[in-house]
């Protein structure tokens, strides 16, 4: 079996965009990828049931687009093929689409080779003490770039009456533990980054999708969601 390594830009969210990349060359490789230490658990989790791929943490100033002479110099101790994820175009508008494209990859992949473990074991203490128990909109609105809730967010579009639960960072180390409490939720409403796309492959509810960083919609609706997301715009001035 061949062995090959991995490293994306190191976000939550570059993995989860990648995971089918790795689902998809793990059927018939051996996978070495790189993460950060503060998403090990996430992944773990993600990868429980594929025993072909082996995570590697690292810190945050080795993974990124100008790192890849580094992780090269890894790839080579552990004899094996190196793939950079990274995407060095800066075309943030085909950013999801990018690493299929340069690996000859269908884009459908990042959906249908999407997997979660059949059995995962979710923190029911965290869930019991953030899930409702009644209705309830999930906001996924903290903006990871000023590591606050999105200003001036346009609450005008959620549904009145329904309890208002925040996916914050932070909460459990284990994101996929939101999980149970994404798919309970009567509406969900998200700014672009990690959680999005977690959401994007499990809820097939009432999606706000705010693009709150101005050109970084991602071309986000497709035809493999299903062109489920509403997409609320926000001009520069709302969100400065």
Not at 11 to 16: A, P, R, T
Not at 82 to 94: E, P, T, V, W
Request: charged share 25%.
């Amino acid at each position: 079996m061949k062995s090959l390594f991995i490293a994306t830009r190191g976000g939550i969210g570059d993995h989860l965009i990648s995971s089918g990349i790795v689902n998809h060359y793990s059927e018939e490789n051996f996978v070495h990828l790189v993460c950060w230490p503060q998403w090990q658990t996430s992944l773990e989790s993600l990868y429980s049931e594929n025993h072909n791929v082996k995570l590697h943490p690292v810190q945050d100033k080795a993974l990124g687009p100008f790192h890849d002479r580094d992780m090269k110099n890894f790839a080579e101790k552990l004899e094996a093929e190196f793939i950079g994820l990274a995407l060095n175009s800066g075309d943030l508008k085909n950013y999801l689409q990018t690493p299929y494209k340069e690996r000859n990859l269908p884009f459908e992949y990042m959906y249908s080779k999407f997997k979660l473990p059949s059995n995962i074991e979710y923190d029911q203490e965290f869930i019991d003490s953030t899930k409702p128990k009644t209705p309830y909109v999930l906001l996924n609105i903290w903006d990871k770039l000023g590591n606050r809730n999105l200003p001036n967010f346009k609450s005008e579009y959620v549904t009145e009456g329904l309890e208002k639960v925040y996916l914050q960072p932070g909460k459990t180390k284990n994101l996929l533990d939101w999980i149970p409490i994404i798919l309970g939720a009567s509406e969900i409403h998200s700014v672009p980054g990690g959680p999005c796309h977690l959401i994007d492959f499990t809820y097939t509810g009432k999606l706000f999708y705010n693009d709150a960083r101005i050109g970084t919609i991602y071309k986000f609706n497709s035809d493999y969601n299903n062109h489920k997301w509403q997409i609320i715009k926000y001009d520069k001035k709302e969100i400065q």
